[in-house]
């Protein structure tokens, strides 16, 4: 019976046929800013990043983000990007979505794994080993990409179009076969799930922080892979979780920065411990530029916006493909699935030529000052290592309080909207308590096994790892791994109460 749920759960792709095309119309469009509004009322930032709305206001956030972390950052952030980043095919951005970001890669894929039999855990073991080499060749063509686009950044030469289509196409070509190494397995995995199995993982679809009991202290690992590859393996049970218990409707919702995922944002979210607010920094990008260079993005927008609508339709192409591997796998058309994602490719490197050459003009045009305030807000996400270790332990806790203000507010400044509750007040008081917030069932449950009231040492704990804390936890921030810098943000949360 629950496998009859599960299947049918998926729905008809008719459903969906026209979504894609659909996107932008007036209609639909409205719908969105409906829906986004209210979820933005719920968590501004989770809508931002993971509602998966393309309307014109969130491509220009879009892309005045990925332009501030491009101007203001090195080659090497361009590089960084998370795990499940690469074959972004199986609905995971929608369960996070849904989820308030309760949702974690990590915590889901180490319960799916947990639940798994050894037969289940090496069937997906073998596509991550089957998958390797091409992945590994998916990186490389990727830097081929950042090397070209940089070289623009930084001479001013112009990009080779067709030279870049011809890369962007490959660099697809290779996620594609990732993605169908994954699809298989996927596909396999669900077909030897035992109705125990399939009732579990459906129940942490509706409530994924009760995955978090069950993957703690779990050490995902199969023989034949090394430490690198067993955390592809629970990735891959991760999104194994969200493909089996979601919707086609989930697989159509990518992040806000994709297409053209090439400049540098996710290493500034990294560096800043995950606080950096896409809007935020949007809106103070925007107001340190002047009219013409603002101009300068809003017609980048405008050029834009036809090539990220055939990709979105070209995308959805792609994954009706890969779903025939779940409903009849002789179905499925390998050579039809390479060729969308070949033009999936060519479109994402010319929204990135687009993007690329609206912000080398706007950097070239930029005076010294501007430059410098843009740094300035840089400032405001990354911390400089150095630079903080030399800093008396006030002064230190100063600095690194901005890696909490984002989310949080400065003391007494706190405002409706923030992802994060207020920590006005937060000594002597109850765990989860305070304000109107909404707090996830993983604090509460701390609080209610005998978590009691903050004090530093509770603190400490949290702040060096919140998820080791709070298993399930909604906040992204990853810890202090420094007890130094730990005890800094203490005595500056103490000194400012």
């Given at each position: 019976?629950m496998?009859?749920i599960?299947?049918?759960?998926?729905?008809?792709?008719?459903?969906?046929?026209?979504?894609?095309?659909?996107?932008?119309?007036?209609?639909?469009?409205?719908g969105?800013?409906?829906?986004?509004?209210?979820?933005?009322?719920?968590?501004e930032?989770t809508?931002?990043e993971?509602?998966?709305l393309?309307?014109e206001?969130?491509?220009r956030t879009?892309?005045?983000?990925?332009?501030?972390t491009w101007?203001t950052?090195?080659p090497?952030d361009?590089?960084?990007?998370s795990?499940?980043k690469?074959a972004?095919?199986f609905?995971?951005?929608a369960?996070r979505?849904e989820?308030?970001?309760?949702?974690?890669?990590?915590?889901?894929?180490?319960?799916?794994?947990a639940?798994?039999?050894?037969?289940?855990?090496?069937?997906?073991?073998?596509?991550?080993l089957?998958?390797?080499?091409?992945?590994?060749?998916?990186?490389?063509?990727?830097e081929?990409?950042l090397?070209?686009?940089?070289?623009?950044?930084?001479?001013?030469?112009?990009?080779d179009?067709?030279?870049?289509g011809?890369m962007g196409?490959h660099?697809?070509?290779?996620g594609?076969r990732?993605?169908i190494?994954?699809?298989?397995a996927f596909?396999?995995?669900?077909?030897s799930?035992?109705?125990?199995?399939?009732e579990?993982?459906?129940?942490?679809r509706?409530d994924?922080?009760?995955?978090?009991?069950?993957?703690?202290?779990?050490?995902?690992?199969?023989?034949g892979?090394?430490?690198?590859?067993?955390?592809?393996?629970e990735?891959?049970?991760?999104?194994?979780?969200?493909?089996?218990?979601?919707?086609?409707?989930?697989?159509?919702?990518?992040?806000?920065?994709?297409?053209?995922?090439?400049?540098?944002?996710?290493?500034?979210?990294h560096?800043?411990g995950?606080?950096?607010?896409?809007?935020?920094?949007?809106?103070?990008?925007f107001?340190?530029?002047?009219?013409?260079?603002?101009?300068?993005?809003?017609?980048?927008?405008e050029?834009?916006?036809?090539?990220?609508?055939e990709f979105?339709?070209?995308?959805?192409?792609f994954?009706?493909e890969?779903?025939?591997l779940?409903r009849?796998?002789?179905?499925f058309?390998?050579?039809?699935?390479?060729h969308?994602a070949?033009e999936?490719g060519?479109?994402?490197?010319?929204?990135?030529r687009?993007?690329?050459?609206?912000y080398?003009?706007?950097?070239a045009?930029?005076?010294?000052?501007?430059?410098?305030?843009?740094?300035?807000?840089r400032?405001?996400?990354?911390?400089?290592?150095?630079q903080?270790?030399?800093?008396?332990?006030?002064?230190?806790?100063?600095?690194?309080?901005?890696?909490?203000?984002?989310?949080?507010?400065l003391?007494?400044?706190?405002r409706?909207g923030?992802?994060?509750?207020?920590?006005?007040?937060?000594?002597?008081?109850?765990?989860?308590?305070?304000?109107e917030?909404?707090y996830?069932?993983a604090?509460?449950?701390?609080?209610g096994e005998g978590?009691?009231?903050?004090?530093?040492?509770?603190m400490?704990?949290?702040l060096?790892?919140p998820?080791r804390?709070?298993?399930?936890?909604?906040?992204?921030?990853?810890?202090?791994?420094?007890?130094?810098d730990?005890k800094a943000?203490?005595e500056?949360m103490?000194a400012?109460?």
């Amino acid at each position: 019976m629950m496998k009859t749920i599960m299947e049918a759960k998926r729905g008809s792709f008719c459903a969906i046929l026209l979504l894609c095309a659909l996107l932008f119309t007036p209609a639909v469009a409205e719908g969105q800013k409906k829906q986004g509004k209210q979820a933005k009322e719920r968590d501004e930032w989770t809508a931002e990043e993971y509602s998966g709305l393309r309307g014109e206001k969130e491509l220009r956030t879009a892309l005045a983000s990925k332009g501030f972390t491009w101007i203001t950052g090195s080659p090497a952030d361009n590089e960084k990007l998370s795990i499940g980043k690469n074959a972004q095919f199986f609905g995971f951005v929608a369960l996070r979505y849904e989820s308030g970001r309760a949702a974690s890669r990590g915590t889901l894929g180490r319960a799916f794994y947990a639940i798994a039999s050894e037969e289940q855990r090496a069937l997906v073991a073998r596509a991550v080993l089957a998958q390797k080499e091409e992945l590994a060749e998916w990186w490389r063509a990727r830097e081929g990409i950042l090397t070209l686009l940089e070289n623009h950044l930084y001479t001013g030469e112009a990009i080779d179009r067709e030279r870049l289509g011809a890369m962007g196409a490959h660099f697809s070509l290779l996620g594609a076969r990732v993605a169908i190494h994954e699809a298989r397995a996927f596909a396999a995995l669900e077909d030897s799930l035992t109705e125990d199995q399939l009732e579990r993982i459906a129940s942490w679809r509706a409530d994924a922080e009760s995955a978090g009991n069950v993957g703690r202290g779990i050490r995902v690992q199969a023989t034949g892979l090394n430490r690198e590859d067993a955390k592809q393996l629970e990735d891959l049970f991760a999104k194994a979780f969200s493909w089996l218990t979601g919707t086609p409707e989930d697989n159509e919702v990518i992040p806000i920065g994709q297409p053209a995922q090439f400049f540098g944002f996710v290493s500034i979210r990294h560096k800043s411990g995950h606080a950096a607010n896409r809007g935020k920094i949007a809106k103070d990008f925007f107001a340190v530029l002047t009219d013409e260079q603002r101009e300068i993005i809003f017609d980048a927008v405008e050029a834009e916006e036809a090539v990220v609508r055939e990709f979105l339709e070209v995308r959805h192409e792609f994954l009706n493909e890969l779903a025939s591997l779940r409903r009849a796998s002789s179905a499925f058309q390998e050579r039809t699935a390479h060729h969308l994602a070949e033009e999936m490719g060519r479109l994402e490197v010319e929204a990135a030529r687009i993007e690329a050459e609206a912000y080398t003009r706007i950097r070239a045009s930029m005076t010294e000052e501007q430059l410098a305030d843009a740094m300035s807000i840089r400032g405001q996400y990354v911390i400089d290592e150095t630079q903080v270790a030399a800093l008396d332990l006030k002064e230190r806790g100063a600095v690194l309080s901005v890696l909490c203000s984002g989310c949080h507010g400065l003391p007494g400044q706190h405002r409706e909207g923030l992802p994060a509750p207020s920590l006005d007040g937060i000594w002597g008081r109850p765990i989860a308590s305070g304000g109107e917030f909404e707090y996830s069932a993983a604090l509460l449950r701390v609080r209610g096994e005998g978590g009691g009231k903050w004090t530093e040492e509770l603190m400490d704990r949290f702040l060096a790892g919140p998820k080791r804390f709070a298993p399930g936890t909604k906040m992204e921030f990853q810890g202090l791994l420094n007890p130094e810098d730990r005890k800094a943000i203490i005595e500056h949360m103490k000194a400012s109460r």
